[in-house]
T-cell receptor
Framework: DAKTTQPTSMDCAEGRAANLPCNHS???????VYWYRQIHSQGPQYIIH???NNETNEMASLIITEDRKSSTLILPHATLRDTAVYYC??????????????FGQGTILTVHP | EPEVTQTPSHQVTQMGQEVILRCVPI?????FYWYRQILGQKVEFLVS????????KSEIFDDQFSVERPDGSNFTLKIRSTKLEDSAMYFC???????????FGPGTRLLVL
């Protein structure tokens, strides 16, 4: 699986959009971008994933650049409960990929009142 | 919404003792995983399990570790002779067939004294 690079930490004001970047310059054509988050030592929580098109669900939006070398997770209206570590994970889809997720250090997002 | 559950939430044991950590995956899921997170460190993959056998395991998952699906609902991780360095949060996760999103449980905090 391709390596990802994320900022160590970010701050965001409550009610504003939080934009979390991720670089994955060595991503392959069959690799998806996944985002998980971990709130204070709880189990990681799935947020969203995508291959090349932008994706949106009830939690967030995922914007993937055309060359697929980077992506941004957008929390449109951050709340205090969104304070967490956010992990960007690149992973091969299909075949034997029902396998491990490789977590990095992630980005610590702190949402301020 | 269905959730992965884990018991116990906390376990304290003496070095050298055997521990069994229990997980109940989401009912229609077929792929199961264990991860661990030592305090302050990354979430690390231990093992994946499908069709009653191990699909993949990490270097951490040595002969002291074993997994089992003893019945149709439980998935267990056994550590035969615990070491101090086994102290960590242990997370179980599961995935349904034809999907690749892993859903995590809340974790078991294991402390080895």
């Amino acid at each position: 699986d391709a390596k990802t690079t994320q900022p160590t930490s970010m701050d965001c004001a409550e009610g504003r959009a939080a934009n979390l970047p991720c670089n994955h310059s060595t991503i392959s054509g069959n690799e998806y971008v996944y985002w998980y988050r971990q709130i204070h030592s709880q189990g990681p929580q799935y947020i969203i994933h995508g291959l090349k098109n932008n994706e949106t669900n009830e939690m967030a939006s995922l914007i993937i650049t055309e060359d697929r070398k980077s992506s941004t997770l957008i929390l449109p209206h951050a709340t205090l409960r969104d304070t967490a570590v956010y992990y960007c994970i690149v992973r091969v889809a299909g075949g034997t990929s029902y396998g491990k997720l490789t977590f990095g250090q992630g980005t610590i997002l702190t949402v301020h009142p | 919404e269905p959730e992965v559950t884990q018991t116990p939430s906390h376990q304290v044991t003496q070095m050298g003792q055997e521990v069994i950590l229990r997980c109940v995956p989401i009912s229609n899921h077929l792929y199961f995983y264990w991860y661990r997170q030592i305090l302050g460190q990354k979430v690390e993959f231990l093992v994946s399990f499908y069709n009653n056998e191990i699909s993949e395991k990490s270097e951490i998952f040595d002969d002291q570790f074993s997994v089992e699906r003893p019945d149709g609902s439980n998935f267990t991780l056994k550590i035969r002779s615990t070491k101090l360095e086994d102290s960590a949060m242990y997370f179980c996760a599961s995935t349904p067939l034809y999907q690749e999103t892993q859903y995590f449980g809340p974790g078991t905090r294991l402390l080895v004294l």
